[in-house]
């Protein structure tokens, strides 16, 4: 027994060490990772801060030699309307991310702990939306919103947008989490279906409603091909579509400087969001993966 001793310290001084080699390289690539998305964050940012020459300067500086203070951000907002349209992108995607979450969450709800005819083929359908590209909904989607009149308004910008099949989906796989006793229980407490949907099943559904919030407001705040084709008046455009014909007309000057302002502008609420919610995204998309 003695002399295995010094065989079982070296075989767990051997099992550490790789261990210990293991945690290093998988922290020298997610630091790596973490610096290539990081690098075009911090040089847009540092670049709102920056002369227009220092910006495209070679090599590049890492901090600003001559700090302009706020002076890019309001030359932004002297150039073009951003704050209309920065109102414009969180009206837009505040209400359709409300929308799709609370129909999405109902439909999901039903899909998941209800059985009536023509289920299965329903639920299809819907994941058949997923698979189509809106590129060839477009042109439909444009006719349809135009014969209803909603085109070139606040209706036809963000009605398109405001029904999610990926949330009915994701909201489907993680009811199915939801013990039935629980859901029984409340109805022979003589409690109704919308009654036990709204007082049991949404605020058990909230970590996967925090995950779809950050996935649907990231889209529809990005969002700028049906921006482009739905509003043509000036005073409708969302951010990501302003910002375009925010550089377009003034080509014979630098305006590098506010584009990054504005740019950096349009990060902060996505990010902030994922900042105060990202425990809920990380759990919602772990439910969302493993169940149904």
Known sequence: MANNRPHESQ???????????????????????????????YFMGMSAFKSESEILATPFRWLPETFVGLEHYARAFELAPIGQWYLNSVFAATLQV????????????????????GKRILFALILSIMAVPFQILLIPLFVLVRQFGWDDSYAGLIMPGIISAFGVFMMRQFAYAIPDELLDAARIDGAGEFRIFMLIALPLLAPAAASLAIILFLFSW????WPLVGARDRALLTLPVGMTQFSQPYRGEPIVGPSMAVSTLATLPVALLFLFFQRYFIEGMMVSGIKG
């Not at 293991?22 to 630091?31: D, H, K």
């Not at 409300?98 to 129909?103: H, L």
């Not at 990005?222 to 091909?225: A, T």
């Open 98 to 117: 409300s929308v799709a979450i609370f129909v999405g969450a109902m439909a999901g709800y039903g899909f998941a702990k209800f059985q009536f005819r």
């Open 222 to 225: 990005n969002n700028f091909l």
């Open 11 to 41: 075989a767990a001084f051997e099992a550490r060490l790789r261990k210990r080699i293991t945690i290093l390289i998988l922290f020298c690539t997610a630091l790596l990772v973490a610096v290539i998305f990081g690098f075009p964050m």
